[in-house]
């Protein structure tokens, strides 16, 4: 399993990103997908989740409204649409998925929301 992130930055306040997950090694439209995402000096939170046909999702509270999940079946890839970013949306976001109750991760990209 690999799973690769890309599309973090710095943005300001009130700012959009888009990120990005390349998925390999598994059958990816098997399997739900979710964001995490962990700032300095915190625990890892779940940010967002979908289903594995795109049907369904759920979000932090944190953050709904904000963001939204997607995904692309046939690209092997999942998104976080971030949009309206504050100072606190500032962190490292994982792609992950859990097969057979076991977690894999990618290696995270950095999102620094600062003016």
């Known amino acids: 399993v690999q799973l690769v992130e890309s599309g973090g930055g710095l943005v300001q306040p009130g700012g959009s990103l888009r990120l990005s997950c390349a998925a390999s090694g598994f059958t990816f439209g098997s399997y739900a997908m979710s964001w995490y995402r962990q700032a300095p000096g915190k625990d890892r939170e779940l940010v967002a989740h979908?289903?594995?046909?795109?049907?369904?999702?759920n979000y932090a509270d944190s953050v709904k409204g904000r963001f939204t999940i997607s995904r692309d079946n046939a690209k092997n890839t999942v998104f976080l649409q971030m949009n309206s970013l504050k100072h606190e949306d500032t962190a490292v976001y994982y792609c992950?998925?859990?097969?057979?109750?076991?977690?894999?991760w990618g290696k995270g990209t950095l999102v620094t929301v600062s003016s």
């Open positions: 992950a998925v859990i097969r057979y109750g076991l977690y894999y």
């Open positions: 979908i289903t594995s046909l795109g049907g369904s999702s």
